[in-house]
């Protein structure tokens, strides 16, 4: 069974908009949400927008109990001509069928689920913020409702899409941050959940995030579970370093998550010439070079961000500044070129955006 | 603010109860639940009991994204007296704190949450089956319900305790189960949340899991994620191994849970005088022990089961038959000595079983 049509049962009152100086991110929703039900035996079905509203579910389940659910993140932005456009939204939708399959989720129509995300993102554009740097950020994810406490993956789900008007990441423009190595705590290891975008692998990483804020830290540097030797994420970005004039990312390792903004810097570095490896990369290479005065540049990419430059890293008492805390030239062009493919001020030339309409 | 008197709103239905042989673990739930909450500021406050009934929660509630959630199992017994009795409660409110601590999730009271959990089960105890085996299962836990898409520890959580009567888990009698040895999943590692009774542990088991079901195996047995060499613990249960007279049984690395039961049968054993070694067991020792004929029992043990011998283990290729399949003296005596002391036909000597009353 295969319903394409959704249905739409509008809001009959319209909640007020945050001004624009006050976005923060992911506290205020829009006026409606997207539901499809999936039932075993029925498949997915009854695609439907309806008023932003609490979820009922019985507190048996599975998701409360075994957090069988996953999630993805991407943004709607309004461009300098005034369109709506996404950023690559089908790697998100890949994502999550590959982040279902991990976590015993049944596969989801991404044609239809994409539908959806544009469906409920048209009609919500009056929320879509447009001072620079804004946008709408777009949460799907996916929940586990049966009432059930066997631990077993779930016979009906809930795949919702909820939108948040988000402000500029960096107020005063593109910044370098503090970034703590984490030696004790580990997000995720081989054979793990840690490619899949479930829910798990943040609840996971709290404790160590709050031991470093409490000493100034924007974000933990994640290493490799097993040897706590090479270098896999940072907070929720995938890491670059540019060494001597190379940039290398760690490779997928089967613990890191695949970024979308992450293949995006490979492709444009690669278009760029700017020699760029997915290759194990361990602390003690990034320290040697840092010693050596040939790591040039750090820096995070996700979403959220687009480009965070890694100013100070924090590892084993040593506090490495690299490029002398400023953003580094690479990480600065990356910074303005997606962010400007993003909002149209400059050109596409890999076809990454999607008109909303 | 700490209010410690439970208000209690009584159901005007009843549901109807499950005949004896048609219980199943954890799909029929009681007339009631309990409910604390907690805010920021106020701590945990208004314990009530309620009809069941199911949780209004945002969608951007951050249990749905992050699963930053605990919960714990136990079980209330009828014992031949007549009595209601739990089997060291105090341990679960213990390791639920532990599990709080590392999910970033404030501490509760214990006395309260074991006040709370009596009065529930004292209000229901009309639900706790009485034949043979059979029990009421108690699931306490905790769901973060702030709105609000950051990762971070939410400032807003609820406390809850539901219950259902369950049928006896093994319906013939203890009876040996087939268990695979996991080569490619990792449940946890050192560092991770192995340690903690939290969804996201759960929900990285399922996979592995729903491959060995379908080859015929009851559970797997985890090894170490770091060398897959080590025994950690099969399915969600701790397991023991009986080597040439002696008990062995992993040691708690930090990615283990620390079961109830595990503690339980060390002290028996101990008790008997037969020595019981918490330490590093790795599966080729196992193996080495069998080849020898010097394997003589294996079994996991946990709430739900008790004592779950292990009558075929799977590993590389081999099947391992232990005990020529069947149920080992030490597992049949730990098994009836525990089931014993719960449903009140053998003494109690460690004070093991509280009443409710
Ligand atoms: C753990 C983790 N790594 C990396 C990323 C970056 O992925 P993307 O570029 O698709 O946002 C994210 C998501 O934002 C993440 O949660
Ligand atoms: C992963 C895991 N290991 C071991 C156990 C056994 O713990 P307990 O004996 O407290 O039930 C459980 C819980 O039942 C569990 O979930």
Redesign the interface.
């Known amino acids: 069974m295969e319903e394409k049509t959704i249905k739409v049962h509008l809001s009959n009152t319209k909640k007020a908009k945050p001004a624009a100086d006050q976005l923060e ?3 205020v ?1 829009t006026d409606h ?1 997207f539901i499809l039900d999936y039932t075993e035996g029925s498949g997915w079905h009854s695609p439907r927008i309806v008023p ?9 389940s599975i ?7 996953v ?1 993805e993140g991407l943004k709607a932005y309004v461009t300098k001509q005034g369109e709506v456009r996404l950023f690559r939204p089908e790697k998100n939708m890949e994502r999550l069928n590959r982040s279902n399959n ?3 989720i049944p596969q989801i129509d991404e044609s239809l689920a994409l539908k959806a995300i544009k469906e409920l993102v048209n009609l919500e554009k009056d929320w879509i913020p447009t001072a620079p740097g804004t946008s709408l ?1 777009i ?1 799907p ?1 996916i ?1 586990s409702n049966e ?7 779930s016979k009906t789900y809930q795949f ?1 899409v ?1 939108l ?1 008007p988000v402000g500029a990441y960096y107020k005063e423009g593109i910044n370098p941050v503090k970034i703590s190595v984490e030696n ?10 840690g490619e899949a975008k ?10 160590a ?2 031991l470093v804020s409490n000493e100034g830290y924007a974000q933990v540097l994640w290493l490799d ?2 040897e ?1 030797k090479y270098i896999e994420e940072v ?2 970005m995938n890491v670059f370093f540019k060494i001597n004039g190379e940039v290398i990312t760690p490779e997928l390792n089967g613990s890191i998550l695949e970024g979308v903004t992450r293949n995006s810097v490979i492709q444009l570095l690669t278009h760029w010439n700017v020699p760029v490896y997915e290759r194990k990369i361990s602390m003690d290479e990034v320290y040697e070079a840092y010693k050596a005065g040939l790591l040039e540049e750090a820096f995070g990419a996700g979403t959220a961000a687009v480009i965070s430059p890694i100013g100070v890293l924090a590892w084993q008492g040593e506090q490495m500044k690299i490029n002398q805390g400023e953003t580094g030239e690479i990480s600065k062009k990356l910074y303005d070129t997606l962010t400007g493919i993003q909002y149209g001020t400059e050109s596409d030339p890999f076809g990454w955006t999607e008109k909303v309409e």
Chains 1, 2 share one sequence.
């Not at 932003?52 to 048996?60: E, F, G």
């Not at 009432?147 to 993956?153: D, E, K, S």
């Not at 004790?184 to 959940?193: I, L, M, P, Y």
Request: proline share 3%.
């Open positions: 991110f992911g506290r929703f949400m932003y509203q609490s979820l009922t579910l019985d507190p048996a998701v409360f109990h075994y957090g069988q659910t999630f991990r976590m015993c950020y949460r994810f929940i009432a059930y406490l066997g631990v077993a993956p919702i909820i948040s004790d705590f580990v997000r995720a290891v081989k054979g793990g959940t479930t829910a798990g692998n943040y609840a996971s990483s709290l404790k995030q709050e579970g097993l706590k907070g929720s």
